[in-house]
């Protein structure tokens, strides 16, 4: 069962992941192009820790648009079929979502592992100004942590119904109202701080997004 | 009797539509058609067989297990095929016969494959790119490749030409009068279910107006030529379904009815009237009076 399921969603998604795949294996090595064939002065070591720092910003960002876009993938076959094919085939629902779940996740590993490729490459090609380290294992999981919260984040989302999505942004709409409403009545409340606290901040589900995504640092 | 299908008092609303008390017994190993108008709740009660829907109220007992609960049992032996294509478009025909596979323990592998060539399919197109025929028969294929007991075809030839129409009901029946199996069909083709099932319910609005045997609907339901009829026909031995008014010239008045037997012909010697003829209705004639005849009594 696992085998065709993979199969499909690998049919539908595969332009993404062989995408991601390249991107996630690059990243690591230009962010730290700099550092190859370069001197091990303390000025050469605040260049490199700029340029990985700059290019860490992407690691999130290529995370969450692999868990969107594979998610969307997940379901999409499903949705078009208004979900009648996999209704009615004898599987418990709970195991066809974790059937589905597992492929996408097994999919996501190319990315996951094109990071760490790439990152133990990077680390091993470049020269390391004394000082500073690379972190190629860390990086890869924290990426791997990040893809996998994105990816189950947007698949319980993009499982539900059109219902289930305009409750979500009806919620959203209401908070972004309440707090407008708040401002223009002087009230001292900070929704928006408060939520990002909440999500951003550890133990939040997000916070793996936050912070320095460095390959190499002190 | 046994039951492949029983269903009692079942209960389901959606927005305005709502399906009333639905009693339905479709008998192990029969051909059961399922007639209706649009939007009558063929689809919906079909639906609820399968466990797409949730029932409000009542019960349905699939194959001798309880549906919604044993959901994953009763599906592992029934082969549906919906009104609109629902597989992965992005599938070969080849690759959609390996992911049902994959699903059901009872594939008949070379079973698919003889219907593949009997079916003229190209196993290499992707589920997309496949004619309306194409696709009808790729999902009779699946359900039927399934060896499952019960078929439950929602419309399945519908807006087929008649070649395709007949190579899927040939292999229907060669399929059911292999491994007496159920199939639960609804059409809105009158003439292609009177050919072969042996069951007939009627849906109307949300309700069941009838369900008996084929042939009892068919040799049932007669129009009758009636003379000298009394205004107010009293008991009567039959159903009468609908009543023309007596012409003024005095001729001859048209009766339809239900449930009729030959020997009731006496009835109308008992009321100074006399029968004149009786006239065989086709299927399609039946349902229209045995709807119109429901829609007047419900007012």
Redesign the interface.
């Known amino acids: 069962m696992f085998r065709v399921i993979l199969y499909g969603q690998w049919k539908w998604s595969r332009l993404i992941v062989v995408v991601g795949t390249i991107a996630a294996f690059a990243l690591p090595i230009i962010s730290v192009q700099g550092a190859t064939g370069g001197d091990a002065s303390p000025l050469h070591a605040q260049e490199l820790l700029r340029a990985v720092q700059s290019w860490g910003t992407l690691y999130p960002v290529l995370a969450a648009t692999l868990g969107l876009l594979v998610a969307i993938a997940t379901w999409a076959a499903d949705h078009r079929g208004r979900h009648v094919h996999a209704l009615t085939l004898p599987v418990p629902r709970w195991r066809y979502v974790l059937l589905r779940f597992g492929a996408g996740t097994t999919l996501l590993a190319a990315p996951i592992l094109a990071v760490l490729v790439g990152a133990l490459l990077a680390t091993a090609t470049a020269t390391i100004p004394s000082g500073l380290q690379g972190y190629p294992v860390a990086l890869a999981l924290r990426f791997a942590v990040a893809v996998l919260v994105a990816f189950a984040i947007f698949f319980a989302i993009s499982a539900g119904t059109a219902r289930t999505a305009g409750i979500i942004l009806g919620t959203m709409a209401a908070l972004v109202v309440v707090q407008v409403l708040a401002s223009l009545a002087n009230i001292p409340i900070n929704l928006v701080d408060v939520l990002q606290l909440v999500v951003l901040n550890w133990p939040g589900p997000l916070a793996v997004f936050t912070g320095r995504w460095m390959l190499v640092d002190v | 009797m046994s039951h492949a299908i029983e269903i009692s008092g079942l209960k389901y609303r959606a927005g305005s539509f709502e399906l009333k008390d639905v009693d339905l017994h479709v008998p192990t190993g029969s051909i059961y058609g399922f007639l209706g108008p649009n939007g009558s709740g063929k689809t919906t009660t079909m639906r609820l067989v399968?466990?797409?829907l949730r029932p409000l109220g009542g019960r349905i007992s699939v194959l001798g297990d309880r549906m919604p609960e044993d959901?994953?049992?009763?599906?592992?032996r029934?082969g549906?095929v919906?009104e609109?294509?629902?597989?992965?478009?992005?599938?070969t025909v080849r690759?959609l016969m390996?992911?049902q596979a994959?699903?059901?323990p009872t594939w008949d592998r070379a079973f698919a494959e003889d219907l593949v060539k009997r079916f003229e399919l190209d196993d290499h197109r992707v589920f997309g790119r496949l004619s309306k025929g194409q696709k009808a028969k790729l999902m009779i294929l699946l359900a039927l490749a399934q060896r499952g007991d019960l078929l439950v075809l929602d419309e399945p030839t519908d807006g087929l030409d008649p070649v395709v129409r007949r190579d899927i009901l040939t292999a229907l029946l060669e399929y059911v009068a292999e491994r007496k199996a159920t199939i639960f069909i609804s059409s809105h083709l009158v003439h292609e279910l009177e050919r072969f099932c042996d069951w007939v319910a009627v849906m109307d609005d949300g309700r069941l107006v009838t369900e008996v045997p084929m042939e009892k609907l068919k040799l049932g339901t007669k129009r009758l030529v009636v003379s000298g009829a009394p205004a107010t026909p009293g008991a009567t031995p039959f159903v009468i379904l609908s009543r023309d008014p007596a012409p003024p010239n005095g001729a001859s008045e048209r009766w339809i009815v239900g449930q009729w037997e030959p020997a009731m012909s006496s009835y109308f010697q008992g009321v100074g009237a006399s029968l004149v003829d009786v006239i065989d209705l086709d299927l399609e004639d039946g349902f229209v009076e045995l709807l119109r005849s429901f829609r007047t009594s419900r007012g």
């Open positions: 399968l466990g797409l959901a994953p049992r009763i599906l592992a029934v549906y919906p609109q294509p629902h597989l992965d478009a992005t599938l690759e390996t992911f994959a699903f059901y």
